[in-house]
């Protein structure tokens, strides 16, 4: 019998092309998918209700608790009164949605792309009782069927055409801005916090991360309120660390721009996309080429014209980033900093080039070597284009979560 999913959509661009290529992935395996998107509120509840009075829904499948709260008429949550399950994938750190997870549908199953979040929800959010980890996945782009900026083919089987390594104009692209700056408006008063000096805090825990890259966030909050006396319940302490999850986006934003820094100050020419890097104080340099911002479709466009894809964490530890596997999947070389689960994953790096933190200062020679050998790098990018087709597409998640939850 044909099982029926529900995609919810309709935040922004990224996850809307993350719905697009899963759904699809889905319908290669034989299901019946139905997209949903929620721009219309009036509209899309419309469509639900008559989805769900008409087929056996088997699961709804979101990101970042897209529709977690919906009702018919104000009643009783809907996934929990058609009993369907709600697959909640987060893209981010699980402390950017606390409201959310502690009203979740009963029947949740929240994916994290970090296991160290999986662990933060397993601590902090124990009503949860389905939680895993699910890394990101990698979309591929075919550029022979573009019809126009930003508006090529995602391919989902084979033959896709990705420009050869000399052809491609961009030497290093960086898409992605930067979080200390969309992150201004998640800083409190810290003069209004009483409990403990929140400004002392912040400076020891920015400078513990800077120290200690390897630590989590939440890791080095909690050390320095112990470390003053404060040993609080985990639901006051979890409130401290998400009311404080700002030093989150300035650690990440400090190696994100240190990286580009150091590569565009050594004159290597990088091409960055997003928000925040004209507001650099180095930004008038000539070797930085500062593109604006850019909808998800065109940055794997992007990078089907670029020899280096360079990556920092958004602060994962255990995880991997999205902009690493399309990276891999455009054909290009990925240079990217360490986690656990990358070190794991890749542990003979000869699909991506990768650096430590704390020896950051290596990157610019690394960068340079790189350039000026193109076929050991048109090398690395074949090996890395064929272990991300083979295990992190988003058909690969599809059978992964077919065999364990569908």
């Known amino acids: 019998m044909t099982k029926t999913l529900l995609f919810i959509q309709g935040i922004y661009d990224t996850i809307d092309l993350f719905i697009a290529a899963f759904s699809d992935a889905f319908r290669q395996a034989g299901f019946r998918c139905h997209v949903i998107d929620i721009r219309n509120p009036k509209e899309a509840l419309q469509r639900l209700k008559k989805l769900t009075e008409e087929e056996t829904i088997d699961g709804v499948i979101t990101f970042n608790n897209i529709g977690y709260n919906l009702s018919f ?57 389905r939680v895993d980890f699910m890394p990101h996945a990698g979309m591929e782009a075919d550029l022979k069927e573009c019809a126009g900026a930003g508006r090529c083919r995602l391919c989902t089987g084979d033959g896709a055409f990705h420009p050869a390594m000399e052809e491609r104009p961009i030497d290093v692209l960086y898409a992605g801005g930067l979080s200390k700056y969309q992150a201004e408006g998640l800083v409190p008063d810290l003069g209004e916090i009483t409990e403990f000096d929140a400004f002392a805090l912040t400076q020891d825990v920015l400078s513990d991360l800077m120290n200690h890259p390897e630590k989590t966030t939440e890791q080095a909050v909690e050390e320095y309120l112990l470390s003053i006396g404060k040993q609080y319940d985990d639901e006051t302490l979890n409130h401290w660390i998400t009311e404080l999850r700002f030093i989150d986006s300035y650690a990440a934003s400090f190696y994100r721009e240190g990286a580009v820094r150091m ?26 080429i500062y593109g604006g911002k850019v909808l998800a479709p065109q940055v794997l466009e992007l990078m089907n014209h670029s020899k280096i894809v360079l990556n920092t964490m958004t602060w994962y530890k255990n995880g991997i980033h999205d902009r690493i596997i ?81």
């Open 73 to 129: 008429s104000g009643g009783r949550n809907l996934w929990e009164e058609k009993g369907i399950p709600y697959y909640n994938i987060l893209m981010d750190h699980p402390f950017h949605y606390a409201n959310p997870l502690k009203h979740a549908p009963k029947t949740s199953v929240v994916f994290c792309t970090d296991r160290a979040h999986v662990a933060f929800l397993q601590r902090f959010y124990p009503h949860l009782t």
């Open 263 to 288: 590569l565009v100050e050594s004159g290597i020419r990088v091409t960055v996309f997003g928000g925040g890097w004209e507001r650099c104080d180095w930004a008038k340099n000539p070797n930085l």
């Open 326 to 406: 399309n990276g891999m999947l455009a054909k290009a070389v990925v240079v990217t900093d360490e986690s656990n689960y990358l070190n794991e994953e890749f542990q003979n790096k000869t699909q991506l080039v990768s650096f430590s933190l704390p020896q950051m200062q290596q990157l610019p020679v690394l960068v340079k070597d790189l350039l000026e050998h193109p076929k050991r790098m048109e090398e690395i990018a074949q090996e890395g284009y064929r272990y991300a087709k083979a295990n992190h597409t988003w058909r690969r998640r599809a059978d992964d979560m077919r065999k364990h939850y569908l």
